[in-house]
């Protein structure tokens, strides 16, 4: 008796159960159309795969800080404003450390960077410690000599920086004890519509760093650089996400590894190989064909749909290594749950898709269509594959399976009433947690601790003591003196180190000259690109605030304090401004994803257990819940930081939630919940063995970030299978002990 008649007679109970019938039997017909038209379906598939994959190419890659933020918000138009105004250039910040006071060592270091000015037509400028001048009025007119001589033309054998530590740059170009040089390189914006990874390409920025790497390491060994600022940014953003196509060939791998060793056979891996590669490869290609830029967020989108998707697959692998269930059972047997597994992991990715933040709506709905084409390729892909090559229709060994005896016995295990009551005061707190979650970043976090980019900006702080700065743009420059006035106001909080304004420049230029030398000194001062930088041509101003950490809330807090000071003369604006706007955001939209996943999830949950008849309903939702509550409990208490990245681990697990107790109650079939654990209990486990294994190759990751949220899924999984496994059986013992003792006959 086929599976579906079987439910008939069984559950012949009402609307609710026909529901399911009618759904499943759809599922039905086009699961017999893949087996009895397998080459075309096979050849369909692949024409599809094909044809996306070969759009994969075009897929754009966003990761320019402004490409992430809001395209409508303030912050956003500002910080493009801030780059029109004052034709501020793509920068590459290189700051040295080592022999940088030996003249003839910078002489060398100086001369290779003005031949590349000249040679590469990408570099359109150097800002260097060489290029400053200062003013000297003669009898016969005025000279501008270099600040500090040209290291190839001194005579000295040391260079003094410490000319500059009475200027306006201060602390930008060199440290007050000399022991670091830095300096800017200016690129120009990709032409036309700019590159695959938009104005600003890191190709470009990786081919200049390659040569000078080179060069260093050929002829100033003894000179240590460091690539910073926001271009040096973007270049080891893009080495982040090209390190991760290695690491999503790395998770097939092990996936492969995995599978062998739990279900006893290769060909159970390069089935999981097969689904995975073809729902990349479309998923992908549509994302370039609709034109929908891969970012540092969705760089994941493999790795995460990946392992969340996995136990569709691993239900069937354990059915038919436990059973030796044949593949013509197997399939239509867990089409329907697995569909409704699918649906709660697309719920808890797409709720995302309900925020207001672009970069996370995209990753959620992207991946909630990842998810969905898994579950198409598992289930009416494979059964073709299946039809046309026999042999892999059996893709399990139960005598080279390993693990099965410790699964089996650890599913025995019941915790005691005490623990379980215990266990709740965590999932209690869950909601209430919810609204405490501290979301905050520092932009540097993103990259390990190791990493040359935070060794560099640590040595910045260290020796300058600054890591960050941002634009305060003035609507008035003739306003010296209110603009002072709230400048000096600015410069008392202290997280402000400095501040370089116009006004400073004008006064060292123009220090100790007559009114008439004054006048002419900032007349040919207006005619230079430095100028332009300060003073745009409309009179607007621009100062550099300097500061001592790149906390973002701590930045959040302080523009909104300068936005009051400024009461509409001036505005705070900049990469690190408009990305803490950015990310203030991140919290409300946890909130409203994570609380609507919820709430959706647990209604899918109570609507089946309703349909299927099942009991212990209150139970069953309260374990598929305590995994994500008791982790956002945890993250509460121990204060633990979220960004932006890793704030969408508690959708991924909620979309996980629930997964076990569906395939329970349709495995129970209206009986005792328990007997569905027992029938499925087994395979639960081992997807979160499979699960956790595969998320270790987070820890490969090129980001910290990345690394930061395989550790976060990894105890989620953990706290996701207690659960829906133990605390589940827990509960149910509770339940049944008060029904007993409600129905023993008094004394």
Known sequence: MGDVEELDIFFNTGNSIRMLLRIENLFLVFYRLAVRYPKTNIFFTLTIFLLCAGQVSNLKININ??????????AYQRLMQLEKKFELGNSLYLLFQGAITQSEKVGTLDRWLRSSAIKNREIVDLYTPFNLRTVTAMPSGILYPHLLASPCESAEAKIDFSLLNETPWRSIFTSKDSSIMGLEVFFRDAPGDGSKYGRRNPVIIENFIKTFENFIREKLPEIKPYFLGSLGYLYYSYKGIKNTEKLNLFFLILIVLLCRIFFGTFKCGLLVFTTLVLMGGILYGLMAIFHVPLDILSNGLFLMIGVSALEDFIFLSSEQLSKKTDETELFPKFLLPSFLTSLTTIIGFGSLYFTDITVIKRFGLWASIGSLLEWLLVFFFLPSLMTVFP??????????????????????????????????????????????LNVTESPVEIFPQNHPYRRGMELLKARNGWEVSFDLVFSQYKNRTGNLSILEKIATDPLVIFIQTPYEMEDFFTKDLSQLSKELVLREFTQTKFYRRFISANDEARAVVFLNDNNISKIAALAKKVESLCDGQCHPTGEII????????VPRALIDGLGMSIVLVCLTLAILAWMLKANHIIPLIISSMWGPFTMLTIFWLLKIPLNFLTCVFANVLVGLTGDNAIQYLFSSKGKSINDGIADRGEASIQIFLVSVLSATIFQLAYFQATKNLGMLLVLGLFAGLFGDLWLLKGLIQITQKKKEGKSAPSS
Request: hydrophobic residues 40%.
């Open 391 to 436: 042999k892999l229709k059996i893709w399990t060994n139960p005598d080279k399976a390993f693990f099965q005896r410790l699964t089996k016995n650890t599913l025995r295990y019941v915790p005691p009433t005490k623990v379980v009551l215990l266990l709740l005061i965590f999932f209690a707190l869950g909601g209430f947690s919810l609204t405490k």
């Open 65 to 74: 800080t402004k490409d992430i933020i809001e395209k409508d918000s303030v």
């Open 578 to 585: 408009a990305y803490s706007d950015f990310s203030t955001k």
